[in-house]
């Protein structure tokens, strides 16, 4: 048989064209990708290699990027900090999500599974300043009083906020993995006389083993990625800390990027880039892990022998009591924090008045609760009145008079090297928590044992295991319950109707502007990553040969690029688009970020849906007499529609949630935008900046109500279009 | 005097490395029905996929020998989409498109250029009375087609594919997947359709290829072992293997 030759009118011809359109919407994801490494790696390779020193900038304990001389690049404190807040993540929501999968899965009544499965998708969906504010006004101040720490912003109320933003991930695929478990191994097991429980957790969860890795991994991204709630309740101080510094503030890497890229220049701007080019590291290694684990649960067969993933039930599950049961015994084990009234302060740091900035070295002694004396530069300064606190390397509001400049100052200083404490009236209170930290550990480990022990002696195995399915549950519920309901309670009667008005303006901080820059923000993106999106993935499905080449370096791409975390798709944005392209920050530059943020959704959800067209359409067409175009077009995409939308909304819920990747592209005038090149602040930013001004936060509150019930409008498109696709299926 | 509709000589194809036919040979008369029979696997669909070139859509499918549709080379400088609009295809499952019964029908005319309603509502309506559908369906023509029996579904097909007006059609298995009572529905429709088109039909019931065809081939393993009138090939078989098959001894 002859094989088609390329003739000249071929080149005219309308297939031929658009084969070509959607070959260059693939390469576009190619090409995004490309652009994104280029800049990051060109810009942060260099600061690393040649100027910062590739061991320096990695294992360097210190972070000083500003200081005049001798500044320092050192992001081991944030590396570090990233992996404990993602460990403890880990450690607090997989269990509470895997058991809460299990339950949903296989032990949940009817009428509860209506109630949590919407929930859940909600608590997906929910932007992560609203979880950032949750954190800083709920988890924070709690911790800070149950704990009784001079701040809550700490490594423990990261990972407790992380924890619970992960639980939707964990859940949701843990979840459909243990239903994809063929019904025969539990009928299996059951016959074997095995109760439902064992069945259960011996049977159907080994085999679900790599689904549920998968949703771990998953978990894994999302923590590293996170950017604004960790910002707003990690305290953010870029200092080294242990493991066990749980009641001690961090930074992360992604936090490092935001807190310092908008004024960033210069060598400082290229140690962020280096940062964000760890991250990307980190995330590349994450995906191998992940494409690693899936491959293999193809492979089961083969490895199932050999790899015979044993739960230690009793340990992991126990744990989850025991950490609840351990938070409950904490205050009664742990000793009274350590505190002493005389110590020697040494302090470098700075004082900022007004935008002043000055870094004074300080020193002085504390003995019986009084200031002794306090220099600063040398130079002795008697304090009239101190007040504040002080927190390991944390700015600190204080207001100091000192006599002889005069008047009384309010200043924020930057303190490190000594331990925390507050002042009151003169009086100094120094805190060292040391000996606490080891308290609370000990009171946590202790309380997981005693768990495990209690539960154990009283139900055996089956019922251990049982009761903590339950609690497991019960803990989900009570989390996302307690975000809703508080955002609700607190945010409705915040909710006025000046809020609504066209103009923001000093005294009325009006959301209306934002929520119509949220509306083009969310058209223009689509306007951009829809085409591309769906033509590449029509490239993908309807015209490449399997097993070409090119079609792997697509999916490889699209799969880095659906894992980058969104605030490396600002810094880029910013250096590209804002700087590089001198967009500055306005519409456009932002909403390309979010183009190429979304391509990689809407390519896997289109393609998905293609795949899901049956070939007997395709065939019926061509049958006909059709051509590839006509077939794709008329009988195809047709069908594939409601997959194709349901990807849209979900990168529209993307793109409204989104903060971080558009700080530092889109800005944040708080008007509504008057043009392509103007910068617009979408409802997500509104709410941050809003979080941050102790003065608003009635308004806050009100903002996270509208981010929510936009969070459900979308949800309810999305299972509207959902139901309609399962009834399309059912009819075939 | 009729004549032949398609001359195949010395057909082979390969999936890959595969050789699932060997050296066909055959001449298929115009306005009869064809029937081919044989066991499973042994290459009836690849054939049938061949006449319209279906099989270009399977990759590493190759094709050599010459196949002549009234008289000319279909792997020659044709157009693809022309000739399957001359060679119609019904398909084993019933596979209408998730649209409107009116624009299944439609569909096909409209790829072929034709979009005057007038001219459509006509060719619609033909297609369904040809197929034997117009009854049950001309009051539900814009309800979706997936709301259609499966031996409804069928026959919706068959009027689609006879909705391009084709000269030959080609009907994989097209009742394994119905009732009794839709078979024989679609039955009774072939032997209609036989005056004005020329049918090559694949079926694993010898009885349905003894009741609706003229000339049947047996097939084995890729090979055409016998081909001729119907009556003799199941009355007088020549060969063995023929034999064998038609008696039930295999397959
Ligand atoms: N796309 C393909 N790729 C590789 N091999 C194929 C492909 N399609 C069919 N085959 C092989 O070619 C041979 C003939 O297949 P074909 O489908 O033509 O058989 P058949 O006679 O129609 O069988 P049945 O009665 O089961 O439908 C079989 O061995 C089959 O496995
Ligand atoms: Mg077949």
């Not at chain 2, 499952?93 to 409209?110: L, T, V, W």
Request: proline fraction near 4%; include cysteine; charged fraction near 20%.
């Amino acid at each position: 048989m002859k094989r088609r030759t390329l003739k000249a009118e071929d080149i005219f011809n309308i297939e031929f064209i658009m084969r070509i359109v959607f070959i260059l919407s693939a390469l576009t994801a190619v090409f995004a990708v490309g652009l994104i490494c280029f800049f990051l790696f060109a810009r942060g390779l260099p600061a690393i290699f040649f100027e910062i020193g590739p061991i320096k900038f990695i294992t360097g304990t210190e972070w000083y990027p500003r200081r005049v001389e001798n500044p320092l690049f050192g992001i081991l404190p944030m590396i570090l900090g990233s992996i404990y807040v993602t460990a403890g993540a880990i450690i607090i929501g997989v269990p509470v999500g895997i058991l809460t999968a299990v339950f949903m899965a296989k032990m949940c009544p009817l009428w509860l599974y209506r109630f949590l499965k919407p929930l859940i998708s909600l608590l997906a969906g929910v932007p992560s300043v609203v979880y950032g504010f949750f954190g800083m006004m709920i988890i924070v101040p709690w911790l800070r009083d149950a704990l009784n720490l001079t701040s809550g912003s700490t490594m423990l109320a990261t990972s407790i906020l992380l924890g619970i933003m992960i639980l939707p991930t964990v859940i949701t695929i843990s979840e459909s993995s243990l239903r994809a478990v063929p019904d025969e191994l539990y009928e299996g097991a059951v016959a074997l006389g095995a109760s439902h429980t064992r069945a259960v957790y011996r049977v159907i969860l080994p085999a679900a083993k790599s689904g549920v890795l998968a949703a771990v991994v998953l978990g894994i991204g999302r923590a590293i990625g996170e950017t604004m709630a960790v910002r707003m309740v990690a305290g953010n101080q870029a200092l080294m800390r242990a493991p066990w510094d749980i009641t001690e503030g961090l930074r992360t890497m992604t936090t490092n990027i935001i807190l310092e890229m908008g004024y960033a220049d210069g060598l400082h701007l290229e140690a962020l880039i280096a940062t964000g080019v760890v991250l990307f590291v980190f995330i590349v290694l994450i995906n191998v892990l992940f494409s690693v684990l899936t491959k293999k649960s193809e492979k089961e067969s083969k490895f199932a022998g050999k790899f015979s993933f044993k739960i230690p039930a009793d340990v992991i599950y126990g744990g989850i009591i025991g950490l609840v049961l351990g938070m409950a015994i904490i205050p009664n084990f742990s000793i009274a924090p350590n505190i002493s009234s005389s110590a020697d302060i040494s302090i470098s740091g700075a004082i900022v008045r007004g935008n002043e900035m000055m870094s004074p070295n300080i020193s002085g002694t504390i003995t019986d609760g009084k200031i002794e004396s306090l220099n600063i530069d040398g130079v002795e300064i008697v304090t009239t009145r101190i007040e504040g606190l002080f927190i390991n390397g944390s700015f600190v509001e204080s207001s100091i008079e000192l006599s002889g400049e005069g008047g009384r100052e309010r200043s924020v200083m930057l303190i490190d090297g000594i331990d925390s404490g507050e002042i009151v009236n003169g009086e100094v209170r120094i805190i060292s928590f040391y000996g606490k930290n080891i308290d609370v550990l000990i009171g946590i480990i202790l309380g997981i044992f005693l768990g495990i022990l209690l539960i154990k002696l009283i139900t055996g195995f089956d019922g251990l295991i049982k009761v903590m399915t339950w609690i497991a549950a019960f803990i989900t519920i009570t989390a996302m319950g307690f975000v809703i309901g508080y955002i609700l309670v607190r945010g409705v009667p915040s909710l006025s109707l000046d809020l609504f008005r066209f103009r923001y303006t000093a005294d009325n901080t009006s959301m209306m502007p934002s929520v119509i820059n949220t509306a083009i923000m969310v058209l223009a993106t689509l306007l951009v990553a829809v085409p591309f999106g769906v033509g590449s993935a029509i490239y993908l499905v309807e015209y490449a040969k399997r097993g070409n080449k090119f079609v792997k370096v697509i999916r490889i791409v699209t799969e880095t690029l659906a894992g980058i975390p969104s605030i490396v798709y600002g810094l880029f944005g910013m250096i590209f688009f804002v700087v590089f392209l001198d967009w500055g920050y306005s519409l456009i530059a932002g909403s390309f970020t979010l183009s190429i943020m979304v391509l990689p959704l809407i390519m896997r959800t289109t393609e998905e849906s293609l795949k899901a067209v049956p070939d007997a359409y395709r065939e019926g067409s061509f049958a006909l007499g059709a051509g590839k175009l006509r077939t794709v077009f008329m009988i195809v995409l047709p069908a594939a529609i409601p997959g194709i939308l349901a990807g849209i909304i979900l990168s529209v819920g993307r793109i409204v949630g989104e903060t971080a990747a558009l700080m530092y592209t889109a800005g944040i005038a708080p008007q509504i935008l008057r043009g392509p090149l103007s910068s617009a602040r979408t409802l997500s930013v509104h709410m941050f900046i809003l979080s941050g001004e102790g003065t608003h936060r009635e308004q806050a509150h009100a903002t996270a109500v509208i981010l929510l019930i936009l969070v459900i409008v979308i949800n309810s498109i999305s299972s509207f279009i959902a139901g309609k696709v399962a009834a399309k299926k059912s009819t075939k | 005097m009729r004549k032949n509709k398609y001359e195949l000589k010395n057909v082979d194809l390969w999936y890959s490395d595969f050789q699932a036919l060997k050296d066909v040979n055959m001449d298929i008369m115009e306005k009869e029905v064809t029937a081919f029979i044989g066991p499973s696997g042994c290459g009836k669909s690849t054939l049938i996929k061949t006449l319209n070139r279906m099989n270009d859509l399977v990759e590493g499918c190759r094709v050599t020998g010459k196949i002549h549709l009234d008289g000319q080379d279909i792997f020659g400088n044709i157009n693809v989409n022309h000739l399957r609009k001359r060679v119609g295809m019904v398909f084993q499952k019933p596979n209408p498109f998730p649209m409107s019964i009116y624009d299944n029908i439609a569909f096909g005319p409209r790829t072929h250029g034709i979009t005057a309603k007038l001219k459509l509502d006509e060719i619609v309506e033909k297609s369904l009375r040809d197929a034997a559908i117009w009854e049950e369906t001309k009051d539900r023509l814009k309800k979706s087609a997936l709301g259609l029996s499966g031996g409804q579904q069928q026959r919706l097909c068959i009027a689609r594919a006879l909705s391009v007006s084709p000269e030959v059609l080609l009907m994989d298995e097209p009742t394994s997947a119905l009732d009794p009572i839709s078979t024989s529905k679609i039955e009774d429709l072939i032997s209609d359709l036989k005056g004005d088109y020329t049918v090559i039909i694949v079926t694993h019931n010898m009885q349905q290829a003894t009741r609706i065809s003229d000339k049947t081939a047996f097939f084995l393993l890729g090979e055409m072992v016998e081909f001729g009138k119907t009556e003799t090939l199941f009355s007088m078989p020549k060969d063995k293997r023929c034999e064998d098959y038609i008696t039930g001894r295999f397959g």
